[in-house]
């Protein structure tokens, strides 16, 4: 059902990449500037994952060996030294997502590179390289947002949901590579009930969450795809929750035929085949559109 699948390395039969959106408070202050300071109790869920969950996944990652990749805000990174540390010491990815969880479609040009800038320096400082890697926060990735990313030298973007393997997105800047997953793969709908993030969705069990990544893990093992989580510490990093993800890897690892990988190190890998002419994946001219299309225009 895939016709264009990547060859991944040693014969594996998916690409399985563990990815976290660390966005700590971040979120809070951005959606209410003017009293976020007064929302404790959200405070205190969304600094769990930083305080509390990010230890707990590090540990669990070394466990069974694998490396996962953390997209970060820059003001999280440097709000939470610590949790930093422990990412990088445990020898994961430390990748982008935009400054304080900041939307860039809904930014001027000039307002999203400056937050993408800051942000990299962010990173940069705490882990003594740039970003290659990005993702936009609530994926409000924008039509300039190819354009930056490519100026700026990244590798790769997770954002984008128009495949079921890595494609390439070019732009009159240049080319990156595009890491897709869909919603499904996102842990809000499945756990987030919460009034101060506008998100409210029936709690379900452990166990119907993993029904549906699962499912999707089956299908991409089977068709040769990629599987990209899209997790939050404060979120899926909780005890129950992050026991049942420690299941799915045994499980994945009994099965056989996965590649475990950071986002980087699969979009490296991407890179390398379509440079060495062994994969030709789709390529995507970015922006889509840079205008209303001409049908809703008033005449």
């Known amino acids: 059902m895939i016709k264009n699948p990547v060859a991944w390395p040693d014969g594996a039969r998916v ?38 969950a990010v230890p707990r996944i590090v540990e669990m990652a070394k466990r069974y060996g694998v490396k996962m990749t953390f997209y970060t805000p820059g003001w999280s990174v440097e709000r939470y030294p610590r949790a930093i540390e422990y990412i990088l010491e445990g020898g994961h990815e430390l990748a982008h997502h935009g400054y304080l969880h900041e939307n860039p479609n809904e930014r001027p040009p000039e307002e999203e590179l400056y937050w993408l800038q800051r942000a990299s320096e962010a990173i940069r400082k705490a882990s003594g390289r740039k970003p290659v890697g990005y993702r936009a926060p609530w994926f409000k990735y924008s039509e300039h947002t190819t354009d930056f990313l490519a100026q700026e030298g990244f590798l ?27 919603w499904a793969m996102d842990d809000y709908p499945q756990y987030i009930q919460n009034d101060d993030l506008n998100y409210l969705m029936p709690i379900k069990a452990p166990n119907q969450a993993m029904e549906v990544w699962m499912a999707e893990f089956e299908a991409m093992w089977e068709y040769r795809g990629l599987w990209v989580t899209v997790w939050h510490p404060f979120n899926s990093g909780r005890l129950a929750r992050c026991t049942h993800v420690a299941h799915l890897i ?43 299309i001409p049908e809703l225009r008033r005449t």
């Not at 660390?22 to 994952?49: E, K, N």
């Not at 790769?156 to 997105?169: A, E, I, R």
Request: negative net charge.
């Open 15 to 52: 690409a399985v990449s563990f990815t976290w959106d660390l966005d700590a408070d971040s979120l809070l202050h951005i959606m209410h500037p003017t009293d976020s300071y007064r929302r404790v109790a959200t405070q205190s869920l969304m600094r769990y994952g930083p305080e509390v």
């Open 156 to 182: 790769y973007d997770s954002t984008l949901m128009g495949d079921d393997v890595p494609y390439v997105l070019e732009s009159a800047k240049g080319r990156i590579i595009e890491l897709p997953f869909h």
């Open 250 to 292: 045994e499980y994945m690892q009994k099965k056989g035929g996965v590649w475990f990988a950071t986002s980087e190190e699969i979009a490296h890998h991407v890179q390398k085949s379509i440079d060495a002419g062994t994969h030709r994946p789709r390529v995507d001219r970015m922006p889509y559109y840079r205008e209303p």
